[in-house]
Every structure is written in structure tokens, then in C-alpha cells.
């Protein structure tokens, strides 16, 4: 992987000095978390932890960076020898990839020396919020898809290099069946799929040609592009003849049919799946592409278009209707000389913006019988909880709204998992068509009202007692309250 240690905001470098100036060696807890979910929608999937891992893994300061570094002026000599020696040496834990999760949870916490922390928070933004992104807008667009498959091809129009291949990657976790992104099939082990352009078809004498061709190179993935010139009197007639070829010699029809990229696709694909079933290919897929996103898979569908397969480039990996995930990266403690974890809390006159203090962890509560969730709890990270016991949540802002859960009646997971253990990794990525389907069952675990796109059900993220009555008792000291 690049090196990637200078790929942060100066000031985490001018904090750093100093912290080192300053003698600041303490141990702080930072937590990484999102405020609001992307696109207004109900959930979020996690992404990125692999890339942060590979990231952690290579933090340091080669020669080449300390001399750059040095040329700025605005380094010491001391400091700048410190970093020739720098290594992450704290504790990482993290949401693992696919999980679906919500607002103002922690999904990546970091345990460390304040200087080595603090150095960490811009690269662990940059890639948790692009690829948790792309992550959460695929599984939006599988979503309104049911179970047809998608496909992304978005690389052409993605924000460069990195943006493609990783969001190519976030986009399979997220549940997209394959991506035109070569180089990130090859680095991830993702399947890799494609048709053809109109260009093949206009360099040939005629589109029959062009198809006969292409049918007889990938008999067994014949995906024929017919809007080149008319879909129905000129595209769709010259496949069936294809096909009708391909059969009568015999060749197999394995994976074929049609793909279209402009036009009324709810119209069309109708026209279309009755020419198909009357020739005899009632089995032949009808794949769209064309700027879709999942507002329009949603629409299409309700009109009943026969579209089974699905191509979804610019929207997808751009999510280009919330071009932002807002991850933020925030001081929750610090550890005193006892080694006791001192809560920090920052206070704002947004009330959202308003921290969580302590080294904390988060339980996912299912209902025992339909295995769904039914909250998460954020808590101090030592606390523990019997399932066999009655178990009751409130909102933490408007108190008045609580609810019982009867022991023997729910489960619990606990969502963070140690990734590093003082600095070295003690974690291992799964392959990404595993994140995949576990990620699948993830999202089986929500409700099908937070899935929804408007208005989706809001899956609360509350506080235990005891975090609740620490952050109330911190707020109470700094507004002077008795």
C-alpha cells in the first residue's frame, strides 16, 4: 500500500510538537463516529477498516518526509528527530466492515499516547467516510433493487484513482454483485463484469454483425447492447436473431440477453420481455443502466418495468445526492496516573454536537424472537449486563421516552472488536465477498421501516445509566449546577 503517513492536516502535526514540547506522553481515548445518517435514510454500513489497518501498519516518517517537514520551518530539530523514530505503539477498536450502524456510536476508538492519536484522526476520516459512504449508498441501491443483481460501474466518472478502486470495494461490501473496476477485482478478489460500448457496435458495418461477433468471443456472457440505433425495431430483433443462431448451433445460453442505456426503461423493458418470451428466451435477462440511482430503481419498479439486472455507475460511486458521510473524530478521555480513564467532554450550543465522555463500547440489543434490532446501547467499557434481567432504555435528550426490555426476552452483542493491541495488528480481514454476506445479514437485522427511503424508522442509539449519569454530572460541573 502507498505510504500514506504525510496524508494529514498540518495542524495534527503543530499539535503533535506541542504535545512532545509540552511533555505530553498521556495515554487519550478518541473516538471516530457520524452525527446523521447519509441521504436522510434510517442506517449506515461500515467501511474502510481494512484500508486503516494497511494504514496503521506502515505509519512512518521516512527521510524523505522529515526532510520535507523540516523545509516547512515551522518544525524543531528535537521534534523532527522524534519522528524519525515515530511507530504506533496503542490499542485500535473498531465496528468490523458490513455492519450496519447508526448516529453518534463510536466505529473506530483509539487508545494511545495523545500524540500518536492525534496523528492518526485525518487518515482514519478520510478513508471511514468514503468508504462507509459508498458502502451505505449501494446497499440503498440493492435495496430498491429486491434481489435483482447490481452491478457497479461508476470508475469513469469516481474522483480519482483511489475513490474508484476503494469505492468499487465499498460498493460489493454494500451488496453490488460485481464491478467493471478491473484493478480492483484484482486487488480485492471481487468478480469483475461488462458488456460492451455503442462504439463496438458503430465499428461495425451493422449491428447484427457487431452482435454475431460478440456473441461468438463470450457465448457464455452475452449481454447485447441494443439502443445503439432503435432498440425495438433494430436492437432487439437483431439479438433474437443472435440467439436464435447461437441455439440452433447448439451453443449454450447460459447467461444472455439484453442491456439498455437511454429511452422510457419502464416502457421499453415491457416491449422488450414480451419480444424476448414470444421468440422463445423467456429466461434472457433485461439489464438498464442510464444515471440510475435507487429513487429510480424504486420508481421503475412500481411501474412494473421488467428490468431484472441493474447498472448503476455516476450515483453510486459518487453518492452523488449526499457527497458527504460527516464522520468526526473527537477526545472522550484521558487515563490519569493510576491508569483511570478521566472523561472528556466537548460542549456545544448544538445539542447534537455534544460528546460522549469515557472510554466507551456499544451492545447491539435484539429481540430474541424476531432477531431484529431492537437499539444499541453506548456504555463505559467495563460495564457488563445480564440478559436474563429486566433491561431498561431511555433517550438520552428527551428522558420521558423509555421503554423496559423483560430479561430472557432480548440478546446483546458487543459491536467494537480490538484490531490493535499495543500496535501490533491482532486482526483479520475478511475477504471481501465474506464482508459481503455478512453484511447481507446485517441488514436483515433492520426493520423493513428503517430500509425505507422516506420517513425511515429511527433505530435508537441509547446510553446506559451509568455513561448517562456520568455525562449529565460533567455537564452540571461545567454549567455551575449543584
Given amino acids: 500500500m502507498e505510504h500514506l503517513t504525510l496524508l494529514t492536516d498540518l495542524y495534527e502535526l503543530t499539535m503533535m510538537q506541542g504535545y512532545f514540547k509540552a511533555g505530553n506522553h498521556?495515554?487519550?481515548?478518541?473516538?471516530?463516529?457520524?452525527?446523521?445518517?447519509?441521504?436522510?435514510?434510517?442506517?449506515?454500513?461500515?467501511?474502510?477498516?481494512?484500508q486503516i489497518i494497511e494504514y496503521i501498519k506502515g505509519l512512518h516518517f521516512s527521510g524523505e518526509d522529515i526532510s520535507y517537514l523540516r523545509g516547512l520551518g515551522i518544525f524543531e530539530e528535537d521534534f523532527l528527530e522524534y519522528l524519525g523514530t515515530f511507530q504506533f505503539s496503542g490499542d485500535i477498536y473498531a465496528i468490523p466492515e458490513g455492519t450496519v450502524i447508526f448516529p453518534r456510536e463510536p466505529l473506530v476508538k483509539v487508545i494511545a499516547p495523545m500524540m500518536e492519536a492525534q496523528l492518526v484522526e485525518t487518515a482514519i476520516l478520510n478513508i471511514l467516510n468514503h468508504q462507509s459512504l459508498i458502502a451505505t449508498k449501494a446497499a440503498r441501491v440493492c435495496y430498491a433493487a429486491d434481489g435483482d443483481g447490481v452491478m457497479e460501474f461508476g470508475l469513469?466518472?469516481?474522483?480519482?484513482?483511489?475513490?474508484?478502486?476503494?469505492?468499487?470495494?465499498?460498493?460489493?461490501?454494500?451488496?453490488?454483485?460485481?464491478?467493471?473496476?478491473?484493478?480492483?477485482?484484482?486487488m480485492f478478489g471481487v468478480p469483475v463484469k461488462g458488456t460492451h460500448a455503442h462504439s463496438w457496435i458503430m465499428s461495425f458495418p451493422d449491428e447484427y454483425?457487431?452482435?454475431?461477433?460478440?456473441?461468438?468471443?463470450?457465448?457464455?456472457?452475452?449481454?447485447?447492447?441494443v439502443d445503439t440505433y432503435d432498440t425495438l425495431k433494430s436492437g432487439v430483433p437483431n439479438a433474437i436473431r443472435v440467439f436464435t443462431e447461437m441455439r440452433e448451433a447448439g451453443v449454450p445460453l447460459t447467461f444472455y440477453g439484453i442491456r439498455m442505456d437511454s429511452g422510457d426503461l419502464a416502457y421499453l423493458s415491457k416491449i422488450v420481455r414480451n419480444m424476448l418470451d414470444e421468440a422463445g428466451f423467456p429466461d434472457a435477462v433485461i439489464s438498464a443502466s442510464n444515471d440510475l440511482d435507487e429513487y429510480l430503481i424504486e420508481n421503475l419498479k412500481a411501474q412494473g418495468a421488467k428490468i431484472t439486472s441493474w447498472g448503476v455507475g455516476t450515483s453510486l460511486i459518487t453518492s452523488k445526492d449526499c457527497p458527504a458521510f460527516g464522520g468526526v473524530y473527537k477526545l472522550a478521555a484521558i487515563q490519569d496516573g493510576a491508569g483511570k480513564f478521566v472523561p472528556k467532554i466537548k460542549l456545544s450550543e448544538n445539542t447534537e454536537k455534544v460528546t460522549n465522555p469515557g472510554n466507551k463500547t456499544i451492545y447491539r440489543i435484539y429481540g430474541k424472537d424476531t432477531h431484529k434490532i431492537k437499539a444499541d446501547l453506548i456504555c463505559l467499557a467495563d460495564e457488563t449486563f445480564d440478559t436474563s434481567k429486566n433491561l431498561r432504555l431511555f433517550d438520552s435528550l428527551e428522558t420521558w421516552k423509555r421503554t423496559t426490555l423483560k430479561g430472557g426476552t432480548y440478546t446483546m452483542r458487543e459491536l467494537l472488536v480490538k484490531v490493535f493491541d499495543k500496535g501490533e495488528c491482532v486482526y483479520q480481514t475478511p475477504e471481501v465477498m465474506d464482508i459481503q454476506a455478512y453484511c447481507e445479514k446485517e441488514k436483515n437485522t433492520l426493520w423493513n421501516e428503517t430500509k425505507r427511503f422516506a420517513n425511515p424508522h429511527e433505530v435508537y442509539v441509547d446510553l446506559s445509566d451509568e455513561l448517562f449519569d456520568m455525562k449529565r454530572k460533567i455537564l452540571n460541573e461545567y454549567s455551575g449546577a449543584v
Fill in 26 to 50: 498521556e495515554t487519550a481515548v478518541f473516538d471516530a463516529f457520524y452525527r446523521t445518517n447519509p441521504s436522510n435514510g434510517g442506517y449506515a454500513v461500515c467501511a474502510g477498516l481494512a
Fill in 209 to 225: 454483425t457487431a452482435f454475431k461477433k460478440y456473441a461468438e468471443l463470450y457465448p457464455s456472457a452475452c449481454i447485447l447492447l
Fill in 156 to 186: 469513469r466518472r469516481a474522483q480519482g484513482p483511489d475513490a474508484g478502486v476503494y469505492g468499487a470495494r465499498a460498493a460489493v461490501i454494500g451488496g453490488c454483485c460485481g464491478t467493471s473496476n478491473v484493478l480492483c477485482g484484482q
